[in-house]
């Protein structure tokens, strides 16, 4: 599967950013990616846009969602916003890899859809966003079907002062959220999104620190200096991965300034999820 | 050559900066290949009497004189401000001011900030604009500023069409009066790159079509910021290799050496 990709990357390895990036050999993944909700006119032209970004960024793969424009989304939004995803996936073949996005609350309907997608579709995890927090029992049922089916979740997630997320978004998840869900389904493959989007990332590092299952993704528009080091030095290089959430430069831009050998960068950059994916793979 | 409009040295209130003295931002530079770069004092962000934070940046920029580019934090409605505006520019050589009206509680409409900006355009010193300091998200409980409003630089740029601005450290330009071909405003300021997309939504490109390549400038941020991801920017960019060098540092050149 990444004989591929790799090819096609070392056809782009003149572009200065690709060359840039990642050490030779390395599959670069971006964990937190997003398509476009097929109400915006542009989306195809938008969706092309990414693919054209990661081509000149050297990222090779995307883990994509779509989530609804308004939220909270009912079982049809979500069932519309996967269908979309699976098609990108064929549209984009080996450069899409899809998350299920689901609104916990609908239990029964959101299983089902993570199950089929998973099992018959190959998507490689659940989104979640902010319909509930990541400890609430609601969401209990969904990391269970994630933990059988080995897929990581993706949570969203951010920690601001103030009310500075609270007000907007009353039930966003932060680092403490997910080191309880943590604590309770220890094998889980969590994912704190968001470092560089999430209000003060230092906070949601340190909530993190005895999180051991945890991941934290670096994506996000801020590309404050340090944030990398200090989720290397505190969450340690293994649970580190390398995301843009659609800011494409200051995704690539802050991996490639942070200090770290290039073992770690290729750890960061690709390895991490990769061996996330495998589980799934194992399965299948 | 590469001059990075919109750089900082010292410490800031709310997190800790790395490379934040003169040697280590120098190091940086070497390492990213940024020849220049426009410094002004992190910490007079938050100090009430700016003038120490400039002393601290002018001394040192006096080492490190052919790469460091000073620049005055100088907050109007302090006592003083003049004299320190005068001490920054005979004594300390400083090319240009920074002001923080949403830190320092003053508007850019207000009548002492246009008095600031005159006297400051009467030495020929470059207007320098940081929009934001730090992602709004990440603010410390402690305070709570607003961006500065777009309306109010529109509103300054045109009562001041001698003066030169430098805009930095923002983001939304393309949707606003400050990035439309046809606003009226005068072709009396420039904008950072720091903050903008320069692929999917591509406001970089954007401003590119609307304003011009002799509107845009490369800034960092650093250290708040990582430098890399404007240097990628310029990368990836879609435009001609004339335009990218304007951007790179020949815009910044021409509005320093006036």
Redesign the interface.
């Known amino acids: 599967m990444f004989r591929d990709v790799l090819s096609r990357r070392a056809l782009l390895a003149s ?3 690709a060359a840039a990036l990642a050490p030779p050999g390395v599959t670069v993944i971006d964990c937190h990616a997003h398509l476009h909700h097929h109400s915006n006119a542009r989306w195809r032209e ?1 969706d092309k ?2 693919i ?2 990661a081509d ?2 050297g990222i090779d793969q995307l883990c994509c969602s779509i989530l609804t424009p308004a939220r909270p989304s009912g079982p049809e939004q979500f069932r519309e916003c996967n269908r979309w995803v699976a098609e990108a996936m064929e549209r984009f073949p080996r450069r899409v890899l899809g998350y299920c996005y689901v609104n916990p609350g609908y239990t029964r309907e959101a299983v089902a859809e993570l199950r089929h997608w998973v099992l018959d579709r190959g998507f490689m995890g659940v989104k979640l966003y902010n319909e509930y927090f990541a400890d609430e029992a609601a969401v209990f049922p969904l990391i269970e079907a994630a933990i059988e089916l080995r897929v990581p979740v993706l949570q969203h997630a ?1 920690h ?3 009310h ?2 609270r007000d907007s978004q009353p039930r966003i998840s932060d680092g403490g959220h997910l080191a309880r869900l943590a604590a309770r389904y220890p094998e889980a493959m969590l994912i704190c999104a968001h470092l560089g ?6 906070w949601t590092i340190k909530a993190l620190r005895h999180a051991r299952s945890v991941y934290v993704d670096t994506s996000g ?6 944030l990398i ?1 200090l989720a290397l030095r505190v969450c340690g290089p293994d649970r580190v991965l390398f995301g843009c959430d ?5 995704g ?3 991996v ?3 200090e770290m050998s290039d073992a770690v960068r290729a750890q960061i950059l690709g390895g991490n999820m990769q061996r996330i994916l495998q589980r799934r793979n194992r399965l299948a | 050559m590469t001059i990075d409009l919109n750089a900082y040295l010292g410490h800031f209130a709310f997190r800790r900066l790395p490379q934040s003295t003169g040697p280590e931002l120098i190091r940086l530079m070497d390492r990213r290949r940024i020849d220049k770069a426009a410094v002004s004092s992190a910490s007079a962000i938050t100090y009430r009497n700016t003038q120490p934070g400039n002393d601290d940046v002018a001394a040192e920029a006096r080492a490190h004189a052919d790469r460091l580019i000073p620049f005055a934090v100088i907050n109007p409605s302090y006592a003083g401000w003049l004299d320190d505006l005068k001490e920054c520019h005979e004594r300390y050589g400083m090319r240009g001011v920074r002001l923080y009206p949403m830190w320092h509680g003053y508007r850019l409409t207000d009548g002492v900030c246009r008095e600031l900006v005159d006297a400051a355009a009467e030495r020929k010193m470059l207007i320098s604009i940081p929009i934001r300091v730090e992602d709004p998200r990440q603010r410390s409980w402690l305070v709570s500023v607003p961006d500065t409003p777009f309306d109010d630089v529109a509103a300054l740029v045109r009562a001041r069409p001698a003066a030169r601005f430098a805009l930095v450290n923002g983001t939304g330009y393309a949707g606003s009066v400050l990035g439309k071909a046809d606003s009226g405003l005068p072709a009396n300021y420039v904008i950072d790159i720091a903050l903008l997309t320069a692929v999917i939504q591509n406001e970089i490109g954007q401003l590119l079509t609307n304003l011009g390549p002799d509107r845009l400038v490369f800034g960092t941020g650093m250290p708040f910021l990582y430098p890399d991801p404007a240097l990628l920017k310029l990368d990836v960019l879609d435009a001609p290799e004339p335009a990218k060098a304007k951007i790179r540092g020949e815009n910044a050149a021409r509005l320093l050496s006036r």
Not at chain 1, 246 to 250: G, I, K, N, Q
């Open positions: 572009a200065p950013a938008l846009a990414l054209d970004a000149k960024l951010g601001g002062h103030a500075t997320f989007g999430g209000g003060d990332w230092e528009s801020v590309t404050d200096n340090g080091e659609m800011s494409m430069t200051a690539v831009g802050k490639r300034a942070a």
